[in-house]
C-alpha cells in the first residue's frame, strides 16, 4: 500500500510540476505546514491521553475499570484471562473518548495476551477479529480528538456533532458485533459438519 501511495505522490508532483512549478513548490511547503501543525496538535493531545492512561494503569485503577466493563468484556470475549481483560477494557475506554490511535497499543497488548487456537496459532481467533472489529467501529461517546481539531482550526461549535457521532458509532459497532458473531456461529457449523463427515467416511 504504501508503494501505491509513493507512486500517486510522484505522479501527482510530476504533472504540477509540468503545468505550474511555482504551484507545486507552493503546494508542497504549504502541505508540510499543515502536516507539522497537525502533528504538534495530536502529539499534545494524546501525550495528555496516554500519560493518563499510564497513570491509571500503575495506580491499579486499570483493573478495577477492568472490573467495570467484565460482564460485557466476557460476554464478548469468552474465555480470556484477566490481563487480557483488562487491555480490552483500556481499548474500550479510548474508543469511548475517541482515542483511536492511543487505543492502539492496548489493542495490541490484549491480542499478544489472548489464547490461540492450537492446531492453528498463526490464524487469528473469533475474541481477535471481534477486537479488530470494535477497534474499527470504534464507538464512542466523546470524540475527543474530532473536538480537539475542530476547536483548533476555530469551530465557533467544536462538538456541535456529538449526537449523529453516538447514534453512528453505536449502530456500526453493533452492527460489527452481531456480524462477528452470526458468522462465527456459521463457521462453527461449517466445521463440525466437515469433521462428521470426515469421521463418518473414515468409519466407511
Request: glycine share 6%.
Amino acid at each position: 500500500m504504501s508503494i501505491v501511495w509513493l507512486i500517486i505522490m510522484l505522479l501527482s508532483v510530476a504533472a504540477l510540476l509540468l503545468s505550474d512549478p511555482s504551484a507545486a513548490l507552493e503546494a508542497m511547503i504549504t502541505g508540510a505546514n499543515g502536516a507539522v501543525s497537525l502533528a504538534l496538535t495530536l502529539v499534545a493531545l494524546y501525550g495528555i491521553w496516554l500519560g493518563l492512561f499510564e497513570a491509571l494503569e500503575s495506580t491499579g485503577v486499570a483493573d478495577r475499570l477492568a472490573r467495570l466493563l467484565r460482564p460485557a468484556v466476557r460476554r464478548l470475549f469468552p474465555g480470556e484471562n484477566a490481563e487480557t481483560e483488562k487491555y480490552v477494557s483500556m481499548n474500550i475506554s479510548a474508543n469511548l473518548l475517541g482515542l483511536g490511535n492511543a487505543a492502539t497499543p492496548m489493542a495490541i497488548n490484549a491480542v499478544r495476551t489472548m489464547k490461540r487456537d492450537p492446531v492453528r496459532s498463526a490464524v487469528a481467533t473469533t475474541n481477535m477479529i471481534m477486537l479488530v472489529v470494535i477497534s474499527a467501529t470504534s464507538l464512542q461517546i466523546f470524540p475527543s480528538t474530532v473536538v480537539s481539531l475542530r476547536a483548533a482550526h476555530g469551530s465557533a461549535n467544536p462538538a456541535d456533532f456529538l449526537l449523529p457521532c453516538i447514534v453512528a458509532t453505536v449502530s456500526s459497532t453493533i452492527v460489527g458485533i452481531a456480524g462477528v458473531k452470526l458468522l462465527s456461529k456459521a463457521m462453527t457449523a461449517i466445521a463440525k459438519r466437515r469433521a462428521k463427515r470426515k469421521k463418518t467416511g473414515s468409519a466407511a
